[in-house]
């Protein structure tokens, strides 16, 4: 009697540890997989890199660049940043608008998103990031094209 419960309980604890320690690798391996992408950008410094080729080739962009006209450009290079390091797993936190409210109304087209993605996409290459890990950070934004796009 003695026996068989002392056989369930440690049994019992033993299911229980595989369960947290199976957990906690869990968790650990993701916390590793998205921390990759910020990685893969060169941290917050990368991030910024990008950022300052990004905001200009935007400017130099004829297809988009009438939208910008009024644009603080250190605020929003900024914001980028902060947005950008926190999709790519960083540790950093965005704090400006949601994306439907920053550009609600501005009768942004599909067009429009590409060729700013597009821009990205350039600026990524002028700073040597992979395509793989340059990919990765595009499709983290896709799903913004929806609240962004408006006509
Ligand atoms: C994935 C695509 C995009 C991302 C991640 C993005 C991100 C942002 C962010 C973070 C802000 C600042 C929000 C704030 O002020 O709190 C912003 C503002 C703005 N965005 Fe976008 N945006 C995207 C696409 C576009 C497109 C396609 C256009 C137009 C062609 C556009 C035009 C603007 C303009 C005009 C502002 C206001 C800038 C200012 O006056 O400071 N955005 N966007």
Redesign the pocket.
């Known amino acids: 009697m003695n026996n068989a419960f002392n056989h369930n309980f440690f049994q019992f604890i033993g299911i229980t540890l595989i369960v947290i320690f199976t957990n906690f690798g869990a968790h650990a391996q993701e916390t590793k997989k998205d921390d990759i992408l910020y990685q893969g950008l060169g941290k917050t410094e990368g991030i910024t890199k990008i950022v300052n080729d990004f905001v200009p080739l935007i400017l130099a962009d004829t297809r ?1 660049n009438s ?2 006209a ?3 450009k250190d ?2 290079s900024a ?2 940043v902060a ?1 950008f390091c926190e999709l790519a797993g960083g540790p950093c936190q ?1 704090k ?2 949601d ?1 439907y409210e ?2 609600q109304g ?1 009768n ?1 087209s599909n067009a ?2 590409n ?3 597009e821009d990205l996409q350039i600026a990524m290459e002028m700073n040597q990031i992979p395509s793989s890990i340059a990919n990765k950070l595009i499709s983290k ?1 896709a799903p ?2 929806r609240p ?2 408006s006509k």
């Open positions: 988009i939208f910008f009024k644009m603080k605020e929003f914001l980028l947005q965005y400006g608008k994306m920053a550009h501005m942004i429009h998103f060729a700013l993605a934004l913004m094209q962004i796009v």
